[in-house]
């Protein structure tokens, strides 16, 4: 079964804390792995897409890499203006079905 | 400036009652969908169209139905039949029909049943 996992379902860090939100993947193959920004009561924003294994995508403090299991969103310097629930999702070459995950809430604490 | 709009932004429906929510695009983008979130859950797929006059069920569409008549318009009707209606609604669009390039999202409706 095609299954998306994020991981830790919810973060606290300290502004200017570094660290990294973790979307993991069981499909039977990849089309292209997505993520997004959701901020409380509001529609997901559009972040990166990856495509292949090596593949990294940067945007202000937010870097996203991709391997053949999983993928990261390193968050680098965060301010509080970061916070939000962080969105994976992943399509399947199979049928194009978007699987999403459940997302990881970030908190940045000024 | 182009994107999604969703309307109304909150919605509370009576029992027995159908309730339709709007979602409009003027982004030119072939394919429309809509979600719907749930708290702890992942977003789960209602109904998607990828072009005028046509759409499929996704993952949930017992108790919803769907329109495209227009490339602009995908409105979506939460009828009696669906048991548990109260959530965060979300209508998507993409460029592609396959989604391949990701989605823009509306800005969402909260229906709740009172």
């Known amino acids: 079964e095609d299954q998306v996992t994020q991981s830790p379902e919810a973060l606290r860090l300290q502004e200017g804390e570094s660290s990294s939100l973790n979307c993991s993947y069981t499909v039977s193959g990849l089309r292209g792995l997505f993520w997004y920004r959701q901020d409380p009561g509001k529609g997901p924003e559009f972040l990166f897409t990856?495509?292949?294994a090596g593949e990294e995508k940067e945007k202000e403090r937010l870097k996203a890499t991709l391997t053949k299991k999983e993928s990261f969103l390193h968050i680098t310097a965060p301010k509080p203006e970061d916070s939000a629930t962080y969105l994976c999702?992943?399509?399947?070459?199979?049928?194009?079905?978007?699987?999403f995950g459940k997302g990881t809430r970030l908190h940045i604490l000024p | 400036d182009g994107g999604i709009t969703q309307s109304p932004k909150y919605l509370f429906r009576k029992e027995g009652q159908n309730v339709t929510l709007s979602c409009e695009q003027n982004l030119n983008h072939d394919a429309m969908y809509w979600y719907r979130q749930d708290p702890g859950q992942g977003l789960r797929l209602i109904y998607y169209?990828?072009?005028?006059?046509?759409?499929q069920k996704g993952d949930i569409a017992e108790g919803y139905s769907v329109s495209r008549e227009k490339k602009e318009s995908f409105p979506l009707t939460v009828t009696s039949a669906q048991k548990n209606p109260t959530a965060f609604y979300l209508c998507?669009?993409?460029?592609?029909?396959?989604?391949?390039?990701?989605?823009?999202f509306g800005s969402g409706t909260r229906l709740t049943v009172v």
């Open positions: 990856l495509y292949s």
């Open positions: 169209s990828q072009i005028v006059n046509d759409f």
């Open positions: 999702a992943v399509q399947v070459n199979r049928d194009d079905k978007i699987i």
């Open positions: 998507a669009s993409s460029i592609d029909r396959q989604g391949r390039g990701g989605y823009t």
